[in-house]
């Protein structure tokens, strides 16, 4: 070990010293002061730069400001003035959303005007070699041409390729092929005269040991197998415009049946309605899935959006067809299609294809979807909510026409949701974050013409109803993709992981099935967290301090995921028909807002429900404290 110095007794400066002193006192008095004076030119250069970016900045957002106040589509909330940072963030943020694809669009047909000299050229030398004719690689001229250049040259490297037929199958035999132990226990959930316990049916089939070639013996645990809960909650029904969308969010989950993060499959949910003056149809479309660049078994991917923004037909769309023409919907039967994102592209395309053939379609209802370059047809009504924040519905440079005359408008609801905290956009892309829209939308429609039309949409949602859920998939054997290619964020981490959180639910009194997943209901890195939980009495969950526990494992996951929010659902063995669920999301200030929802379909009991909800089954909206979720113990931290 080295020796300490001794300490020693300061005996002041020697005569070098204090000349070494003076003379540093004279040269770096005067180089302070002249760094200093540097330091204050460069402050008062950077205050000016700084105060005239300010100016332009506030200047451009009051213009953009003026430009919206004066626009023709009617606004559910008013617009605030750009009178603070906050504010004027949102309006420069709506305005750098609307004109980067404007800036794409016009920079592609400027160099259509540039380069058609050159384009003409290529094309007289592809008359003599014909390896020129594949390489047009100047003729990108428009936005769809560029999608069109991308989808090509991704399909020489072995990606975004389409074209494969569509396979068509009911869910619930789809699920009977791939999972028979999920449909086995959803027959018995369903079964009111099931018993209280599950029991698995004799003989029941053993995928794993089929592929394996095994004797295994029965499950050790049936009632663990993932995707059970969330297959249960299935809705019967969809009352309102709200309901539709958050039957959007739930389709898109049922895409992912076993919830491993692999979409398998698409789906279409059929509705069909017994309304006084005959059949009417509700159709509804799943949105983007995987946003990996090779096309897998679910025709809803990016390859989808990429195609139909190029102006071509996905397998998706005729994969849709398909399945409206095996529901059984007859001409002269009125069909509302609908869809959140890639859906409502879907659904703008079908409405074009089922002119020729022979359905009616009379309404489209889309949330976050680009219709600018879509073509829909005259006939058919169409009313659109878009955020006004949200940059998929200009991604493509144009806004949605509009289209007042009477019978059959073309009508754009353009929101303002409160923003989470953090303010992500990725958080507005979402069909929950657009269920909400649309309750206040129905709450008070901005404009006389949105009431006609939500008045018009009602009758698509009236009793009785029957839902018919089909899978659909591309053919050729293509295996199932990732949601993404690639992670940014590890699945594993210190504290409450979605393992143990589930592990933890399920041991609790009462609990029969947990499903604890991510949603990626909007963007590829937008992250909802569910938890789905089958449990035998609903009564302790109704308790504020009942689920208080499960609020903060879900958000222990929610901080380490970068999520937006969390959802949570449940519906008890003891009372059929009745699902609780809440949505839960941080405001800008720190609060929790918690928006509470319960479905009643036609098994409940009267009696039950208004003994469970005596103040009625409305939806609720409850804000808490910053610290209402706060962990009671920290055990990941301790030591």
Not at 65 to 84: D, G, H, K, V, W
Not at 319 to 336: C, H, N, Q, S
């Amino acid at each position: 070990m080295p020796s300490q110095p001794s300490p020693q007794l300061w005996r002041g400066r020697s005569a070098g010293g204090r000349v070494v002193f003076v003379l540093g006192l004279i040269v770096g008095i005067p180089i302070a002061l002249a760094l200093g004076l540097l330091l204050l030119a460069v402050g008062v250069v950077a205050a000016v730069v700084g105060l005239l970016l300010w100016l332009i900045c506030a200047g451009a957002a009051w213009v953009w400001f003026a430009i919206q106040s004066r626009e023709r589509i009617p606004y559910p909330f008013a617009t605030p003035p750009p009178s603070t940072r906050r504010t004027r963030r949102v309006a420069l943020s709506g305005l750098y959303l609307t004109l980067v694809p404007r800036t794409v669009g016009a920079a592609a047909r400027g160099a259509g005007w540039l380069f058609a000299p050159l384009a003409l050229l290529v094309s007289l030398i592809g008359v003599f070699l014909p390896r020129w004719r594949a390489r047009p690689y100047v003729a990108v001229f428009t936005l769809p041409a560029i999608l069109r250049k991308i989808v090509n040259l991704g399909r020489r490297r072995g990606l975004l390729r389409d074209g494969h037929d569509a396979l068509l199958l009911g869910y619930d035999d789809f699920l009977g092929r791939a999972f028979p132990l999920i449909r086995d226990v959803l027959d018995w959930w369903n079964d009111s005269d099931g018993g209280d316990d599950y029991v698995p049916t004799p003989g029941l089939p053993d995928v794993p040991g089929g592929l394996l070639g095994l004797p295994l013996g029965p499950s050790p645990d049936p009632l663990g197998q993932p995707g059970i809960a969330a297959g249960a909650m299935r809705r019967r029904s969809i009352g309102s415009l709200r309901e539709l969308l958050l039957s959007q969010r739930e389709i898109d989950d049922l895409c992912d049946p076993d919830l491993d993060d692999r979409a398998d499959v698409a789906l279409v949910r059929v509705v069909e309605v017994d309304a006084p003056g005959g059949r009417r149809w509700v159709v509804q479309f799943a949105s983007t899935k995987s946003w990996h660049p090779r096309a897998g078994a679910a025709p809803n991917d990016i390859t989808a959006d990429l195609l139909i923004g190029a102006g071509a037909e996905p397998t998706v769309t005729r994969a849709a067809l398909d399945t409206m023409r095996a529901a059984g919907i007859r001409p002269g039967e009125p069909v509302l299609l609908a869809g959140f994102s890639l859906g409502g592209m879907v659904a703008a395309q079908v409405a074009s294809a089922a002119v020729t053939e022979g359905l009616t379609v009379t309404h489209l209802a889309v949330a976050g979807t680009p219709l600018g370059r879509i073509g829909v047809p005259d006939a058919v009504t169409v009313l659109a909510l878009e955020h006004v924040l949200d940059p998929v519905p200009r991604v493509e440079g144009r806004d949605n026409p509009v289209r007042i005359q009477a019978g059959t408008p073309f009508l754009t609801v353009r929101a303002r949701p409160p923003l989470t905290h953090g303010f992500r956009i990725g958080s507005l892309h979402q069909s929950t974050a657009y269920a909400d829209t649309a309750a206040a939308v129905e709450a008070d429609p901005p404009d006389p013409r949105v009431a006609d039309v939500l008045a018009q949409l009602r009758e698509f949602f009236g009793p009785p109803q029957r839902i018919h859920d089909h899978a659909t998939s591309r053919a050729g054997g293509l295996p199932p993709r990732p949601s993404v290619p690639l992670y940014l964020h590890s699945t594993v981490e210190e504290g409450i992981t979605r393992g143990t959180l589930r592990q933890t639910v399920r041991r609790l009194d009462g609990v029969i099935a947990v499903d604890v997943y991510e949603s990626r209901s909007g963007f590829a890195t937008t992250i909802l967290w569910n938890a789905d939980i089958l449990v035998r009495e609903l009564d302790p969950w109704l308790i504020d301090a009942g689920r208080t526990a499960v609020y903060r494992g879900l958000l222990s996951l929610l901080a380490r995921r970068r999520a937006v929010g969390i959802h949570l659902r449940l519906q008890a063995r003891a009372t059929p028909g009745i699902t609780w669920e809440s949505t839960v999301q941080r405001l800008s200030d720190g609060r929790w807002r918690e928006s509470i929802d319960i479905t009643v379909d036609d098994r409940a009991d009267p009696a039950e429900v208004g003994r469970l909800f005596p103040g009625g089954t409305a939806p609720v909206v409850i804000v808490h404290a910053p610290d209402a979720f706060d962990p009671v113990l920290d055990v990941a931290r301790q030591r």
